[in-house]
């Protein structure tokens, strides 16, 4: 079992972040959750975790909220999934997707945060699909130069809340014990094999 740990959430408002949060507190983490309510009314949020508003591309926020909250891991799980918004604005996809990714794991690496997941909904059209697709070979570039350890947990349209809430905190216990980039998939038409690549 996963040693207690503090737990950064973005995205914790919305409806896969927040039952994230909430199996995260059910395993005996403390959790923070920071969302900017773009996509969530906060009446998600579970009871337990400490709420900071703001946006994770926010790196002085982030680094404030790392150090204050003695964070040792991170899940991202903020992002723009809609397929239809994301192929009318573009530039608003990316940026959410890719920009916010890039910037909220380059502040964990000044951390010195050991282990960030990137929560990645896939089927959801094209735009959606290469920002992500972007964010997760941008995020494996940087934790392979700082040896942070990745999960990517990678979740269809179909599958359950709970069910991808129990992936994120699979894949947390396995990167938090063996580090490397580690990828999963949970409830995707088309399964794409779980796979791991561990650093040389």
Known sequence: M????????TG????????????????GHDVVILDDFSSSDGKLVPAG???VRGNAGD???????????????????????????AARHPARCYRNNLAV??????????????????????ERGE???????????????????????LGIVRHGEAAPPD??????????????ERGGVRIASVGIAAETPAHEVAFG
């Open 49 to 51: 975790a400490r709420l």
């Open 163 to 176: 069910a991808i809430a129990a992936a994120h905190l699979a894949m947390l216990a396995s990167v938090l």
């Open 127 to 149: 735009v959606h699909a290469r920002s992500k697709a972007m964010a997760e070979a941008v995020l494996t570039d940087i934790a392979a130069a700082t040896g942070m350890g």
């Open 101 to 122: 990714s890039i910037d909220l794991a380059d502040a964990a690496a000044s951390a010195r945060i050991g282990t960030l997941l990137l929560s990645t909904a896939v």
């Open 2 to 9: 996963t040693r207690p740990i503090t737990v950064l959430v």
């Open 12 to 27: 914790g408002a919305g409806v896969v972040g927040s039952r994230i949060a909430a199996a995260l507190i059910g395993a």
């Open 59 to 85: 790196r002085a926020l982030v680094g404030r909220v790392l150090a204050r909250e003695q964070v040792a891991a991170i899940i991202h799980a903020a992002a723009s999934n809609d397929g239809h918004d």
